[in-house]
Structures are given as structure tokens and as C-alpha cells.
């Protein structure tokens, strides 16, 4: 019990914390509760985000307004055609001085990346940050520089195919451990936006509400979040699904697996639980496997898309009724 | 390759109905060797660059050598080629086979002979099957072949076949049209493998999406119909036993209306005497308490080999229920008779008997149905109405001659009793007149000469009883005559055809004995089935003879009529008590002086306890009773649900909320897991809840979306709302959380919960759910399922290894794809 009590005691630090961290993002993205929730999300889970939408909807205000809102720092890549994979790490330059060679780090070199437009930059420059994302390291001429915790890669992109784009590989998609769409927002929202964002940017007037030390003890408080055997067999099944699922050509990847139990971990934090429940892998589902998945051409045929195929999964696989696991439709009570 | 298979497959499955022909198991291996052996060739036969047509000869071929090998490998050639001294074993073997089929009744030893005609038979038969299903393509037409496999045991044995052995003949039938369906598909170019895909981890759910194959509804129909099949009539309370396979009366067209199935009698008489059981087969009572032997069939012909009975001819004019039988052929007026009244209550056991039990001479016979009577053999028949259940009454006429009317009668048999009756095959060995007339020699009249020939039989011919003799044919005659060990077939046949030697017209009589006295009634049992002599002389008609020995040591309730025990002055052996009086069986009550004819006690060999005769329940009774019956069938789910729903509840009285009260490790963990069942429970009672009243939870739906959706939908008030987000909570900590924690009593809740529930539902739900809980059905369900997961599995098996095919992407071997129909 005592260790339960412990985390209790933590989790209502890291659900306060985890508020302000929202309101504060909300006071600039209007009626967006579920966006916000779940950009938290990714970033307890030490994930990274990909936010695809039209243009226009509020993108990269939501990446600004998160990095704002924590007190860390933060920088924001621009991706263009001619983008260099080393504007992104950084490089060796020769100190005429000291005459020897000085690493002057990239924009990686930060807690929070906004990469913005993402799939403008080349493929050589989009996989510069695929070591970053997966390994939160960087090598530059050999030497590997360690990147700070909390890290996290907010990517935006449009999903239009446009002029000058590069669609983002399936391995750095993986990378990404939810993607999310903004949306159009409602009328009632749209209006409010309208008398706030007309006279000044709120964007200025956002102050810090946490700290890099804080952020980090909400991580760890959320690394201790209970997964039982059930849940994990659960989510195994869910990415199974998706494998034998004859509306995918490719299904989810076994990292897809570990960054649906680690986000349904901070789901579950987020909500003041210490453990992690069927609902918590439901709600995530979509987000987080989506993405990941090529629709087979039957499935395209019918317009099909691998969010709704992914929903119609999670309709069909049965939750875990028992302690042990396995969804006896019995239960041991009978 | 699966269809030559799955056909000899099928004929393997039906041949294995036969075992109750047989009394030994040598028989199947050699049968199975047969069906091996074609399905070898036939799989052989059936690879490509084989001509179609060469696989049925090529099977036969092989099915000859292996019958060579088998059966006379001492005839073969280096043991394996035949040669023509093959063809003469395999020939005489078959003969014998033919001979001992006609001897035996079943079932029958496993003797070469009868082994090879079954083996050959089985062989033809899976040909057959083969020719249809793999070489013309028409599956379903092969079940006609499997069908006339099936008929034999069904048509031999009067027991009804054994619901097994129609479940496997019958999957192995429907395995044979599922292997057929599948080559069919797969000859569209698409890789047909049928798997059901459900539950955890896999796509297709409960084969409700759009994956459904078409092969599952199949074999989901064959299984239901099978099922349906054996168990519609095994639920269905009827009111006469009707056997799946009852067989009997045939209905044709033939000479003179309806024509009968007639059984061979003495091939079912000692079948029914080894018996293990000795049910009552029927009672009666009569006017003067005297048991009397009750005779079903005449058996006329004897052609060499057995004693037959030649087709009755029942007119119409000689319906029972016309009026008086015909007179007894042969009797004279001036002979005394004795007016009898008999009332039999044939047991409703009893099937398929289309030949009343009666006392000879029946004069009339008040039956229900359409009976009639033999004009010459006084037999009285039905051709669609069964004795099974009769309850009938016999008046009687019955002639009483004394011995000395008897000795007087010397006159010749009338023209067409003579002819009938005196008929004796040319081929007829000598030996068996030799011994007759030197059996008689020094008596004057067909009567001493049949008394002497019955007391020979049963005293002074050294004679023992014995079941395990065979055959009623001139061989089997001269063994027994020589032997002297025999039952009362051999008895009776020997008697017939000595008596016949001697000129006196005789028959065989099949029926019953009298019985035993038991409760007030004549009590006749399966063990009483008997066969006897009847004699013709000239004046008085046929008289019963009994030379089969009687009591423990012979047939129990035999009885040697009065009228042929031998008079005191020609034997002197008896006492003067027995001498003749007047009257077949007269005396057995009243002459206590005669131990043999005092009424019997239940035998040694007879149950002590009286067996319940079925006195017969009115039909509205039945009905009712029935009806009864299937009601309280039909509450039995709602009965099952009460009483989970009640061990559910109890639970909680042992489940002591989570803390700690005991210092001891283990009681903790008893009391967590006692915890953890109550709160299940309680669980699964909310959902039950739920199933009954069509408010549906679907297997993906989590406890607290299931407290969601019914709170919100179905606007629960704050109260029920508490109770059923409390269950839905507790539940989910229970399975999730690391410490399930302080989880209170959760019994009231379920009540608040349940009523509220049922608050929403209309009142006809309610009741439903009451009577019929949805809940139990869907466990029946479930099992249903998983048996046909099972059935999937087993379609899955492979023989071989699949060859990897090099294009596309490397698919899991075992999860095939179900592709049915074409792509859209």
C-alpha cells in the first residue's frame, strides 16, 4: 500500500502541474481540450508529436504555446528545401584562436524542437533527426553529444500534397509516437479567437507555468505508473490486430507497442490513476497507431482510412477480464 | 490428394457401424485394409498425367491382390501373385461366407468366409464412393453407396443402431462433401483455407464481419443437422418408443395389397435367447389360469438348409375384425373342445412385431388395427400396425384330445396338407430316416410314434441343452443328432423334419412359452422366445409337441403338452398321476401331484424382483405430461440463472473487505482472493443482468465505458448511477491495479443497479429475462463456438508442410487468409 500511497501523493503534484501546463496552452488554442491533453500526453511519455493539418489552423501556435508554457529551451527549425542535415545538428567549426576545432550545436540542441512544415526538407535532412528523435543523441565528425531530458520533436506538416514536399518515410513516422490533427475550430471558438488574437498575439503574454526539474519529476512519475500483465497482453493484441488485419498492408511495428503502453502510462497519470486501464489504450489507439499504418489497396479502394480501420479493431478485440489475462467470457466467479 | 482421402475416409467411417454384426473385431482391420488399399491407389491415381478413368479399374485390381494376400496366400505364387488355386480359395471362401450368413444370426463369428465378404464388400463399397466423389465429381452422390453400407447393420440387427455410430458415419459423409466443396473452390485459383477468426489478436472478430466464409456456414449446417438428427428425437417425448432406425413392416405394393417384411425368425430366436437382458415382452390372463404357449410364426419349408416360412396370404375377408378366424384345418367335430378366453398386453418395448402372439387354435381376436389372419397356418399378421403395446383378447376353441382319441387315428393327411407339410429336399442326408424309423419301429400310429419320438428327445436319447449350437440345416441336424447338444431350434427342427420321414406332416412353431406365474399374471420375457414342433393328424388338426428339454438345465418354461405323454403302460416310467388327462396343460394348477406341471416359480435364472409392465397411460396423459416435461426443460435456464445469481451474492459473506485483520501472510492472500471472486462475481452478474435484458455488452467494451454508456444512455438517477460506477470501478481495480485496495461489500449495489436496470426495460423483457435469461443461452452459445473452433483446427491439420511461395509477402502459416468470393 505504501507504495501506491507514495504515487498517489505524486500523481496530485503532476496532475496539478500537468493542469497549469494545459490551461496555459489553452489560454492561446481555444477549444482544443483533447489536442492539448494529448500533446501532455506525448510529452510524459518522453514521445514526440506530429501534427498534420491544413494550414492556418493553429499548428504551430500549439508547439509554441507548449514550449512557452514550460520553462526550458526551446527552438524552432524551419524546414525548406535547402535545408542541410548539419543546420539541423549543428558543426565543427575551426576557432582560428584556440585553433582547434569547436562544436557549435544545432537547434536539436534543446528540450523542446519545433520543426516546423517538416516534410518541406529533403529526406537526407528529415533522417538528421531520426537519431535525435530515437536516441536523444547526436554525433557530429564522431563525437556523440548526449541531448537534454525532457526532449521532444514537435513536427508539423501538411497533409495536402503541395509543391516541394517530401512525404515522411514509414521510419520516421514510426518515430513519432502520436500524430494528431488539429481541426477547424468550432464557430463559438473561432469567434473568441477573433477578439483575443485581434489585437495582440496571447502568445506573448504567456509566462511559464513549470520548470525543466519539474517536467523531469513528472516523467519519472509517470515511469512508475502500474502496467499490468493483462494490459500488456492487451495492447499486444491490439498491434496484432493490426498485423493480420486484411485492410493493412502494413500493420504497427513492436515500437508502436511500447509507444502505446508508455503514452497509455501518462494517459493514466494525467488522469490521477496509478495504473493503466483498457480505456487508456482505447482513447490512444487512434493517435498512436494510425500513422504508422499503410492501408491495403482493397481498403483504399473502399476509402478506408487506417484510423477507421483502427477503431474497427479496438471494437473487436476483447478487453482483459482476469488478472492472469485472456478474455474468458466466463470469469472465475461463475 | 484431400478428396481420395477424405473418401476412403468416409467409407471407413460408416464401415465401422457394422461392429455389432460381429462378435470379434478381426473383421475391421481386415475391412479397414480394403478401404486403405483403394484410397492408396486412388490417391495414386490421382496425380497429374494419370488418366481419370484408369483409377476405379487400377482400385479394383488392388483390392483383388490384396484380397489374395489376405485370404489365401498359400495359393498365391510366392505369396503375393495369384494364381487360379487363388480364385478356387477365394471362391470357396466366399461360398462358405455366403452359407455362414445364412446360418448365423448376428452376430456372427468372425470366420474367414464371413471376413472376406465383409472385406470385399467394404472394398466395393469404397470404390465405389471413389468413382463418384473423386473420379465423376459428385460427392453427394457417393452417399448413396455409403448409404447401402449403412443399411446392413440396420437392417440386421433388430436393436435400433447406436446414435454414435450414426454421428461418425454421418461426419464422415460430411467430410467427404466438405473436402469435395474445397476443391471445387480452390479450382477458382484462389488459395481456399478456412479459418474463423475471433477472439484476442485477430481481425475477423465473431465471423460476423465481412470475412464470414462461406465453407463455415457449411460445416455449420452439416453439424447442426447431425446434431439436430441425433438429439430432436432423443428430446422430443414421444408417445410410442420410435427408434431413429426402427425397421420391420414394409409398405410395397405387391400380391394381394400390402405385402409384409417377413423376419427370418430362427436367426433372431437365438439372438434374443443369449441375451443379457430379460425384459417382460408381454402378460396375460386367462379364463382357466393355465399357461399356454403363444405362437407368432409357422415355419413350412424346409429346403436343406433352414426352415422358412412361405408368405402369408391375409384377404381381406379374413380380417380379425370381420368376425371368427378360420376353422382349424384338420380338426374334426367330434373331437372335445374347451373355450378359452386369453387377454395379452404386449409390452410397448416391443418393435416393429408384426405377427400376433396367440394361442393355437385362436377361434376370435379382438385387436385394434388391421390384422388378419392366415387361412391354413391360423397366423394373424398386420402389414402396418405393430403388436408393440397391443392389448388384445383371444377366444379359443381349444381341441382336448385324450391319448386313447389320439392312438385311434390312423387316417391319411388330407391332398394339400400332405404336399406341404411332407415336402423333404431329395438331398436329404439318410441317415436322419435311418434313425427315425428305427426310433419308432413297433409303434402302429403316427401318434405313438410322435410320442416316442418326443420322449426319445427329451429322456432317452441322452440330450442336453445347450445355446451355443448353430443352424437348423441337414448338416447342422446330423451334427446335433449325433452330438446331442443343442437348443430348442435344433429341437424343434429335428423333431419337424424326422416327423416328416415318418410321413406325419409337421411344422416349426415360433413363439413363446407360457411364461410364469408373477403377480397375479402370466409374465412372458425375452428368454421365453421358443421354438417347437407342430404335428398333423388327421381328425384332430396340429397338435403342439415339446421335445426341447425344460427347467433349469433346458428351456426354463417349457412344458410337454398332456396329450403326448407317453401312456403309463408303454413306458412305465411315470407315476400314475401322470398319465394323460384331458386337455393341453390342463392340469397345471390342479394336479398337485405332478411337480413338473405345478405352476413354476420364478426361475433360478429368472430376476427375483417382478419387472413394472407398462399397464398403458391414457394419450391425454401423455400429452399432458410431456408437455410437463418440456416446460420444466424450459425453466431450466431460468432456474441455472437463480441459483448463480444466489452463489453470487453469497459470496460476499466471506469476502472480508481487503484489510488486513490477520497477522498471517496467508490469510491475506485467501481473503484478496476471496475479494477478487466476490467482486467478480458481482461483475458478472451485472453483466448477465444486462444479456437477459437485451442491453447488450459487447467483449472490447471496458467496465467503465460499460458504467458510461449505461448511466448516460439509459439516464440512470444518482443513485444507480453510484452503485453501478462503483461495481464498474471496483472491477476495473481489481483486474488492473497493482493492490486492488479497500473494496467495500458491493451486494447492495448490485441491487440498486439491477433494479434500476430493469426499471428501463419494457415489462415483456422483464419477463423474458425472468424466464428465458439471454445470459445462459449465450454460454450454450459459447461452447457452440468453441466446439466449432475445434472443427476449424481440425480442417487445419496439414499433412504436409506448405511449399513457401516465393511471391508476395511471407504470410503467417497459421493465420490463413479467408478469401472467398471475388475481389471487389
Known amino acids: 500500500m505504501g507504495i501506491t500511497h507514495d504515487v498517489g501523493q505524486e500523481l496530485g503534484g503532476l496532475v496539478a502541474t500537468a493542469h497549469r501546463i494545459g490551461e496555459a496552452i489553452e489560454s492561446v488554442i481555444e477549444g482544443k481540450r483533447d489536442v492539448v491533453r494529448l500533446t501532455l500526453t506525448v510529452l510524459l511519455a518522453e514521445g514526440h508529436l506530429l501534427i498534420e493539418d491544413v494550414p492556418g489552423v493553429g499548428k504551430t501556435m500549439l508547439a509554441k504555446a507548449l514550449a512557452r508554457s514550460i520553462d526550458c529551451p526551446v527552438r524552432r527549425v524551419q524546414f525548406t528545401p535547402d535545408l542541410l542535415p548539419s543546420d539541423i545538428t549543428g558543426v565543427s567549426a575551426f576557432n582560428q584562436q584556440t585553433r582547434e576545432f569547436e562544436f557549435k550545436p544545432g537547434p536539436v540542441f534543446a528540450n523542446i524542437v519545433v520543426g516546423d512544415e517538416i516534410n518541406r526538407a529533403s529526406p537526407k535532412t528529415q533522417s538528421a533527426l531520426l537519431e535525435c528523435m530515437e536516441e536523444h543523441q547526436v554525433t557530429v565528425d564522431g563525437t556523440t553529444y548526449r541531448l537534454d531530458t525532457p526532449f521532444m520533436v514537435i513536427a508539423t506538416q501538411n497533409p495536402i500534397e503541395m509543391e516541394g514536399t517530401y ?23 473561432e469567434l473568441e479567437m477573433l477578439d483575443v ?26 515511469r512508475a505508473v502500474y502496467v499490468s500483465q493483462p494490459i500488456k497482453k492487451y495492447a499486444i493484441d491490439m498491434v496484432t490486430a493490426t498485423r493480420r488485419s486484411p485492410d493493412l498492408r502494413l500493420g504497427a511495428s513492436p515500437r508502436a507497442t511500447l509507444h502505446l503502453v508508455r503514452a497509455a502510462r501518462a494517459h493514466a497519470a494525467l488522469a490521477g490513476r496509478d495504473y493503466v486501464i483498457p480505456d487508456d489504450l482505447q482513447d490512444l489507439a487512434v493517435p498512436v497507431l494510425a500513422h504508422r499504418l499503410l492501408p491495403s489497396l482493397e481498403a483504399q479502394g473502399q476509402r478506408r482510412r487506417p484510423e477507421q480501420v483502427i477503431a474497427d479493431l479496438v471494437r473487436r478485440v476483447p478487453v482483459p477480464e482476469s488478472r492472469e489475462g485472456g478474455a474468458d467470457g466466463a470469469g472465475p466467479a461463475r | 490428394m484431400r478428396l481420395p482421402i477424405m473418401a476412403g475416409l468416409a467409407t471407413a467411417a460408416v464401415a465401422l457401424t457394422l461392429y455389432p454384426l460381429f462378435r470379434e473385431g478381426a473383421w475391421f482391420w481386415t475391412g479397414m485394409g480394403a478401404v486403405l488399399v483403394v484410397a492408396v491407389v486412388s490417391v495414386l ?15 479394383l485390381v488392388g483390392l483383388g491382390l490384396y484380397l489374395a494376400v489376405v485370404f489365401a496366400p498359400e495359393a498365391a505364387w510366392g505369396w503375393l501373385v495369384p494364381t487360379t488355386d487363388t480364385l478356387v480359395a477365394l471362391a470357396g471362401l466366399l461360398g462358405e461366407g455366403f452359407a455362414d450368413i445364412q446360418r448365423y444370426a448376428a452376430p456372427v463369428p468372425s470366420n474367414p468366409g464371413i471376413t472376406l465378404l465383409t472385406a470385399g464388400g467394404v472394398g466395393l463399397i469404397a470404390v465405389l464412393v471413389d468413382l463418384l466423389a473423386v473420379r465423376l465429381r459428385r460427392a453427394a452422390l457417393a452417399g448413396l453407396p455409403l448409404l447401402a453400407l449403412f443399411t446392413v447393420p440396420a437392417a440386421v440387427m433388430t436393436d435400433p443402431l447406436g446414435w454414435p455410430a450414426f454421428i461418425l458415419g454421418a461426419l464422415g459423409f460430411v467430410g467427404l462433401l466438405a473436402a469435395d466443396g474445397r476443391e471445387r473452390l480452390s479450382t477458382w485459383g484462389r488459395a481456399v483455407l478456412v479459418r474463423r477468426t475471433r477472439g484476442a489478436g485477430t481481425a475477423g472478430a465473431s465471423g460476423r464481419g465481412e470475412n464470414t466464409p462461406i465453407s463455415l456456414s457449411g460445416k455449420r449446417i452439416g453439424v447442426a443437422a447431425i446434431a439436430l438428427a441425433v438429439g430432436l428425437p432423443a428430446l422430443v417425448p414421444t408417445l410410442a418408443p420410435n427408434p431413429l432406425f426402427g425397421f420391420g413392416v414394409g409398405s410395397g405394393n405387391g400380391e394381394g395389397g400390402n405385402t409384409i417384411t417377413i423376419p427370418d425368425p430362427i436367426a433372431s430366436l437365438r439372438g434374443q435367447l443369449t441375451r443379457n437382458g430379460n425384459d ?26 433352414r426352415w422358412t416360412m412361405s408368405q402369408p396370404k391375409g384377404r381381406p375377408q379374413n380380417s380379425v375384425a370381420e368376425g371368427p378366424l378360420p376353422p382349424p384345418p384338420g380338426l374334426s367335430p367330434d373331437v372335445p373342445v374347451k373355450e378359452v378366453t386369453t387377454r395379452l398386453q404386449v409390452s410397448d418395448a416391443v418393435e416393429n412385431l408384426s405377427f400376433l402372439p396367440l394361442p393355437y387354435p385362436a377361434n376370435t381376436v379382438r ?23 397391443q392389448d388384445y383378447e383371444v377366444g379359443q376353441r381349444e381341441p382336448t384330445p385324450t391319448p386313447e382319441l389320439l392312438g385311434e387315428l390312423r387316417g ?15 438331398d436329404l442326408p439318410p441317415q436322419i430316416r435311418f434313425l427315425s424309423e428305427r426310433l419308432v419301429s413297433g409303434t402302429d400310429t403316427p401318434y405313438q410314434a410322435a410320442v416316442k419320438l418326443q420322449n426319445w428327445f427329451t429322456s432317452s436319447g441322452g440330450f442336453t441343452y445347450s445355446l451355443q449350437t448353430q443352424g437348423n440345416g441337414s448338416q447342422a441336424l446330423l451334427e446335433f443328432l449325433s452330438n446331442k447338444t443343442g437348443y430348442c431350434e435344433q429341437f424343434a427342427a429335428a423333431m419337424a423334419v424326422m416327423a416328416r420321414t415318418l410321413r406325419i406332416p409337421a411344422r416349426v412353431a415360433i413363439g413363446y412359452t407360457g411364461g410364469t406365474f408373477l403377480d397375479g399374471v402370466w409374465r412372458v420375457r425375452t428368454h421365453d422366445l421358443h421354438a417347437w414342433p407342430e ?17 433349469g438345465l433346458g428351456q426354463a418354461t417349457a412344458q410337454v403338452p398332456d396329450y403326448s405323454r407317453p401312456p403309463v403302460e408303454v413306458t412305465g416310467t411315470q407315476g400314475p398321476s401322470a398319465g394323460p388327462t384331458p386337455g393341453p396343460d390342463s392340469t397345471g394348477l390342479s394336479d398337485p401331484l405332478n411337480p413338473s406341471r405345478a ?19 391414457p394419450v391425454a396423459a401423455k400429452i399432458g405430461i410431456g408437455l410437463l416435461v418440456l416446460l420444466l426443460i424450459g425453466l431450466v435456464p431460468a432456474l441455472g440463472r437463480v441459483v448463480a445469481r444466489h452463489r453470487r451474492g453469497r459470496v460476499w459473506a466471506h469476502a472480508v473487505p481487503a484489510e488486513v485483520t490477520d497477522a498471517r501472510a496467508g490469510s491475506a492472500e485467501v481473503t484478496a482472493v476471496r475479494l477478487g471472486r466476490a467482486v467478480h462475481g458481482t461483475w458478472r452478474e451485472l453483466i448477465d443482468t444486462l444479456h437477459d435484458l437485451g442491453l447488450g455488452h459487447e467483449l472490447s467494451e471496458t467496465p467503465r465505458a460499460l458504467a458510461r454508456r449505461l448511466v448516460e444512455r439509459h439516464e440512470l438517477d444518482a443513485e444507480a448511477a453510484a452503485a453501478v460506477t462503483r461495481i464498474a470501478w471496483a472491477e476495473e481495480r481489481l483486474r488492473y491495479a497493482r493492490t486492488p485496495g479497500e473494496i467495500p461489500s458491493l451486494k447492495g449495489d448490485l441491487r440498486v443497479a439491477r433494479r434500476a436496470l430493469r426499471a428501463v426495460v419494457s415489462r415483456g423483457r422483464r419477463l423474458r429475462a425472468t424466464l428465458l435469461p439471454a445470459s445462459t443461452l449465450l454460454r450454450l452459445r459459447r461452447a457452440g463456438e468453441s466446439m466449432l473452433d475445434g472443427f476449424d483446427r481440425l480442417e487445419n491439420i496439414r499433412l504436409w508442410p506448405r511449399r513457401d511461395r516465393a511471391e508476395g509477402p511471407a504470410e503467417p502459416a497459421e493465420e490463413p487468409r479467408v478469401l472467398t468470393g471475388s475481389r471487389r
Do not use: C
Not at chain 2, 491415381?45 to 476405379?56: A, M, S
Open chain 2, 599 to 617: 405352476p413354476r416359480d420364478p426361475d433360478a435364472n429368472l430376476p427375483s424382483t417382478p419387472v413394472v409392465v407398462d399397464t398403458g397411460t
Open chain 2, 280 to 305: 417382460t415382452v408381454l402378460t396375460y390372463g386367462n379364463s382357466d389360469n393355465v399357461p399356454r404357449y403363444l405362437r407368432m410364426y409357422s415355419l413350412d419349408t424346409f429346403d436343406g438348409d
Open chain 2, 45 to 59: 491415381t490421382t496425380r497429374p498425367g494419370v488418366p481419370r478413368w484408369l483409377g476405379p479399374p487400377l482400385e
Open chain 2, 367 to 389: 385387436v385394434d388395427g388391421d390384422w388378419r389372419a392366415d387361412e391354413t397356418t391360423l397366423m394373424v399378421f398386420s402389414t402396418h400396425d405393430t403388436a408393440g403395446g
Open chain 1, 167 to 189: 512525404p515522411l518515410p514509414e521510419a520516421q513516422r514510426d518515430r513519432f509516437t502520436a500524430r494528431i490533427a488539429m481541426g477547424y475550430p468550432e464557430p463559438a471558438a
Open chain 2, 535 to 551: 404335428l398333423y393328424f388327421q381328425g384332430v388338426g396340429w397338435l403342439r409337441f415339446e421335445p426341447t428339454p425344460s427347467g
Open chain 1, 197 to 222: 488574437h485581434g489585437a495582440s498575439s496571447p502568445l506573448d503574454k504567456l509566462e511559464p507555468v513549470a520548470t525543466t526539474a519539474e517536467v523531469r519529476a513528472l516523467i519519472d512519475a509517470v
Open chain 2, 412 to 426: 391319411d393327411p388330407v391332398e394339400d396338407v400332405a404336399a406341404r407339410y411332407l415336402d423333404l429336399p431329395a
